[in-house]
């Protein structure tokens, strides 16, 4: 996906963000895009995406980050979603053990319905909770290499490795377009 004009070449990425309700995506995403977090936040509702500009090699990568207006309570997240993504962030909460669980269910929905390859990384949110945690660094980093996935524990509260996760995906996907 890149253009050409006077100014050299633009890029623009759509990267989802996947995984069971609660676990973070709304706020990682305010976390990276605004700097904003929400002790009591609700189901998203009406933002569809945010996008972010980054400059790699001198050219100017927009992220359009995408996330769920909460349809995942129902496991209804729809084909659209997925369309068209170059990367994903596949999250869970360190501190539910189910929602680890579901990673790969997540990852097996994406496979279905990516087309093209999709720079994936698995994320493990809420990393300020460590005393509470039901999920070993251990188990996510094994599960990641198994799979394939970068891997990265965050937290979107005292933003921890935030920024990183995303520019993470957004330079991988530069790498594998470029
Ligand atoms: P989503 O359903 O996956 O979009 O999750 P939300 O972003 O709405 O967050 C669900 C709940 O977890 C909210 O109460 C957030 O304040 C809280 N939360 C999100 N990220 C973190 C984090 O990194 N640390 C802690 N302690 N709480 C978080
Ligand atoms: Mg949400």
Redesign the pocket.
Known sequence: MSSSDEEGEEYLFKIVII?D???????LLSRYARNEF????KA?IGVEFQTQTLEIEGKEVKAQIWDTAGQERFRAVTSAYYRGAFGALIVYDITRRGTFESATRWLDELKTHSDTTVAKMLVG??S??DNIRAVSVDEGKSLAEQEGLFFMET???DSTNVNKAFELVVREIYNNVS
């Open positions: 995984g309700s609660a676990v973070g995506k709304s706020n929400n002790l009591h936040s998203t949110n809420k300020d909770l937290s979107a509260l």
